[in-house]
């Protein structure tokens, strides 16, 4: 089998193509809670704590000095992205659980008890029919 030819069924599987669509799906998510963090959760955070923005908040290691930059720790930067991955993660959990208690609930539900057919109902018939014949032969 060629390289070509092995490299297409791969990549046309459904679980490749599944998992492309939810990398995508994702990262634009992770782009929307981020943004609702930065720009909505955050400044009332930053208000309460005495007007600071968290993105703001660093130390600087080594001033600037002859054209090479600041070495600045952005702890408050950092501190923004646990903020970021603890909300995903807690809005990942909950999606999760919804999904996982509807399927439950579907497993649970009892399945409508199926109606024979006229065809079954006479087929029955002639089965037991038979089998009284049987026990009076004997």
Do not use: C, H, W
């Not at 679980?15 to 492309?20: E, L, P, R, W």
């Not at 109902?121 to 032969?137: H, N, T």
Request: net charge positive; glycine share 6%; no cysteine.
């Amino acid at each position: 089998m060629s390289l070509i030819k092995e490299f297409k069924e791969f990549a046309v599987r459904g679980n490749v193509i599944d998992m492309a669509v939810g990398v995508i799906v994702g990262t634009a998510f992770g782009k929307i809670v981020s943004s609702f963090v930065t720009d909505v959760i955050m400044p009332p955070i930053g208000v309460l704590i005495g007007g600071v923005s968290f993105s703001d908040l660093a130390f600087t290691i080594k001033q600037a000095a002859a054209g090479a930059p600041a070495v600045v720790v952005a702890y408050g930067k950092f501190a923004q992205t646990i903020i970021d991955f603890t909300i995903i993660a807690f809005v990942i959990f909950m999606v999760i659980r919804l999904i996982n208690s509807l399927k439950k609930k579907a497993e649970a539900a009892p399945a409508a008890a199926a109606v024979p057919s006229a065809e079954q109902i006479l087929l029955a018939e002639i089965r037991d029919l038979l089998k009284e014949s049987v026990q009076k032969s004997r």
